[in-house]
């Protein structure tokens, strides 16, 4: 059975730092794409960064670039998510995604069930 | 970046009734659509990919189809279980993008 399992979010000031992490198991991770998506409370889904397999490469959103860095770990078969310089809009629930390649239109197929993180003084 | 528009955003309904719910993408994004469930305090699940391609394990009264840019879901005959928010979300361009969502109840 796919499980991701997120951990790290908290309360943190504005201009802080945080590192997520998503734990990975019952597949192989190393040979998928992995996802950020966040949800601020009561708002919808928005998409913050893709990693490759491999950790090669990586995209971010524009309102997160230069902020938050992906990573991955394939040894641990864990994602992270390292955030700095932290706002108030960054508060949201953050989830870890896995794209399934070869399926058509590469969907979030496995979703974690989320860290919160509140940026707040 | 692709807009995704949603609609309605929320719509009350009852059991066994029919329910569409309609995504307009801002260009054309052939088949790159997928649709997701989220219940409250839950983690999205994904209902159907490629617009039309029914996820494994979920029930076959959701469907999807499409027109050019619109995208439509629908669950034919609606069961309590259903009641949730659906978002579509389209992988043709970076940024990923998702509709706004859509508020089923009752």
């Known amino acids: 059975e796919v499980q991701l399992v997120e951990s790290g979010g908290g309360l943190v000031q504005p201009g802080g730092s945080l590192r997520l992490s998503c734990a990975a198991s019952?597949?192989?991770?190393?040979?998928?794409?992995m996802h950020w998506v966040r949800q601020a409370p009561g708002k919808g889904l928005v998409w913050v960064s893709r990693?490759?397999?491999?950790?090669?490469?990586?995209v971010y959103a524009d309102s997160v670039k230069g902020r938050f860095t992906i990573s991955r770990d394939n040894a641990k078969n864990t994602l992270y998510l390292q955030m700095h310089s932290l706002r108030a809009d960054d508060t949201a629930v953050y989830y870890c995604?896995?794209?399934?390649?070869?399926?058509?239109?590469?969907?979030?197929?496995?979703w974690g069930l989320g860290t919160p993180v509140t940026v707040s003084s | 970046d692709i807009q995704m528009t949603q609609s309605p955003s929320s719509l009350s309904a009852s059991v066994g009734d029919r329910v569409t719910i309609t995504c307009r993408a801002s260009?054309?994004?052939?088949?790159?659509l997928n649709w997701y469930q989220q219940k409250p305090g839950k983690a999205p699940k994904l209902l159907i990919y490629?617009?039309?391609s029914l996820q494994s394990g979920v029930p076959s009264r959701f469907s999807g189809s499409t027109s050019g840019t619109d995208f439509t879901l629908t669950i034919s005959s609606l069961q309590p279980e259903d009641f949730a928010n659906y978002y579509c979300q389209q992988s043709y361009s970076i940024p990923w993008t998702f509709g706004q969502g859509t508020k089923v109840e009752i």
């Open positions: 019952g597949f192989t991770f190393s040979n998928y794409w």
């Open positions: 490629a617009a039309s």
């Open positions: 990693i490759t397999g491999d950790g090669s490469g990586t």
């Open positions: 260009q054309s994004i052939s088949t790159y």
């Open positions: 995604a896995r794209v399934e390649l070869v399926v058509a239109a590469t969907p979030f197929d496995s």
